[in-house]
């Protein structure tokens, strides 16, 4: 791995891949150095609408700082989900260079290889402080540019919604028993780990959930927290509100680069970029951290049940999220070295989280 990781950065420049938040070192930096580069405007398409504010705006953040931290010498103009190109389609036109940015969540791209779900989150994984440490300290970010190199893109991380709401049913599920033939509307391998826990899973987007629920097409759904859930209206027709999500303990955003954008620009210019993605990484949790409470005060107002999802569901996911992920391993040498790595981080980040920051929340935090 260390000379993976030697070739790697001599590859693409970066001077610290594994610490982007520190930026770069000796590079001279400053107004005098900046104003003699070049004019340069890129295009950023988002996967996400521009009504969910606070996960679209670390888009227009970054835009915001580079733009600051150049002189207004490099733009980034970002593009809502559609206006360009289609929410999914965001790596394909970064990887061909149709626009030199993206942003969006790494596991809607697991089908063209199942470890850039990693870049986001996978079922039972990392929250959203672990998965920081390990972009930046654990080799996570390291890997992840590896595996994005096959695509020509170098990602950034890009925001966190933190642990996610496990979503609103109509009715109450107590038990694994009501699980069985419930119809979910839940993407991805969460909703992998629930097909196998009984549930009918479908796909349903943004736009479809509220019609499908209100009129008993599908008995529950997923989508984030308090903040963007209330937004969508689903507890005007589906009281009770579960959690955690525990197949997005912390789904991380990400900023995709295209690789041959990125060496054409001046390193001023990529390290103000490498300082914005930071900076939108932190915002963007902040963010929600800040909103979600009012929100959820706002829901609970109006008569919304909170149950927490029994202990018995929580064991039968936790071992069927474990058993999905060691079959990915099984069939596939390069996502299991991914695996392993990733698996010894959790375990010891779970350790770690379990003293200190699990009795104090656990006492502090009881209303
Ligand atoms: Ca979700």
Redesign the pocket.
């Known amino acids: 791995m260390a000379i993976d990781r030697r070739k790697f950065l001599a590859k693409t420049g970066l001077a610290l891949a594994g610490a982007g938040a520190a930026g770069c070192g000796s590079q001279p930096s400053g107004s005098a150095a900046v104003h003699t580069q070049p004019q340069i405007t890129w295009r950023l398409t988002s996967s996400f609408p521009r009504a969910l504010d606070t996960i679209f705006g670390a888009a227009t953040q970054l835009a915001e700082r580079v733009s600051a931290l150049t002189a207004g010498r490099f733009k980034i103009i970002a593009y809502e989900a559609g206006e360009m190109v289609p929410p999914f389609q965001v790596l394909d036109a970064v990887q061909q260079g149709t626009v030199q940015m993206g942003h969006t969540a790494s596991y809607y791209f697991k089908g063209k290889n199942p470890i850039l779900a990693f870049d986001c989150t996978v079922p039972f994984g990392l929250t959203a402080r672990q998965q920081n440490a390990w972009y930046y300290y654990g080799g996570g970010l390291d890997m992840m540019r590896h595996a994005f190199s096959d695509f020509g893109i170098i990602p950034f991380p890009g925001g966190n919604t933190g642990m996610?709401m496990g979503g609103w049913f109509r009715r109450e599920i107590s038990s694994m028993q009501d699980l069985a033939g419930l119809r979910m509307r839940i993407p991805g391998l969460g909703g992998e780990v629930m097909h196998r826990l009984g549930v009918t899973v479908q796909v349903l987007g943004g736009g479809d959930i509220f019609p499908a629920l209100e009129t008993g097409a599908i008995d529950a759904t997923?989508?984030?927290g308090p903040y963007d859930d209330e937004k969508l209206g689903f507890h005007k027709v589906a009281p009770y509100y579960y959690y955690p999500?525990w197949w997005?303990p912390g789904?991380s955003l990400s900023f995709y680069v295209n690789e041959s954008a990125w060496f054409k620009l001046p390193s001023e210019y990529q390290n103000a970029l490498e300082v914005a993605a930071a900076e939108a990484n932190v915002h963007m949790l902040a963010n929600y951290d800040a909103k979600n409470p009012e929100a959820l005060g706002r829901l609970l107002e109006q008569g919304v049940q909170m149950r927490a999802f029994s202990d018995d569901i929580m064991t039968a996911a936790q071992k069927i999220s474990f058993e999905l992920l060691d079959e990915f391993a099984a069939q596939d040498v390069a996502y299991d070295k991914v695996y392993q790595s990733w698996k010894k981080f959790r375990e010891s980040s779970y350790q770690w989280f379990s003293t200190a920051e699990m009795a104090f929340s656990r006492f502090a935090f009881s209303l």
């Open positions: 996610q997923e989508w984030v999500g997005e789904p």
